[in-house]
């Protein structure tokens, strides 16, 4: 049964980090593009952040960028969100998502995920 579990939301104040994870199972982790994407209260979802089967290429919103990084364990079917400098805005439901065939940039760009998680919240308050 193809699964994908995210965990690691919480609240921690501004300036804070917190890691996401997404653990995969039930198809073929390192054969798929994977993201992550966000929905903040009264916003659309977007992406995030979304990384290639080899992880050479990867794609990060420009709200996000030099704060968040994506990497994936292929060995561990996992694949992470570190967030640093967290910011109020960032305040949200954060989702993965996979696809056996998108680049990154679509993958983040189109949100058009094959499987989704069912997300974790997280929440950037003082």
């Known amino acids: 049964q193809l699964q994908l579990v995210e965990s690691g939301g919480d609240l921690v104040q501004p300036g804070g980090s917190l890691r996401l994870s997404c653990v995969a199972s039930?198809?073929?982790?390192?054969?798929?593009?994977l993201g992550w994407f966000r929905r903040a209260p009264g916003k659309d979802r977007e992406g995030v952040s979304c990384?290639?089967?080899?992880?050479?290429?990867?794609y990060y919103a420009n709200s996000v960028k030099g704060r968040f990084t994506i990497s994936r364990d292929n060995a561990k079917n996992t694949v992470y969100l570190q967030m640093n400098s967290l910011k109020p805005e960032d305040t949200a439901v954060y989702y993965c998502?996979?696809?056996?065939?998108?680049?990154?940039?679509?993958?983040?760009?189109?949100?058009?995920?094959?499987?989704w998680g069912k997300g974790t919240l997280v929440t950037v308050s003082s």
């Open positions: 990384i290639g089967r080899s992880d050479k290429y990867m």
């Open positions: 998502a996979v696809h056996p065939g998108y680049s990154p940039t679509n993958l983040c760009l189109d949100q058009g995920g094959t499987f």
């Open positions: 039930g198809f073929t982790f390192d054969e798929y593009t």
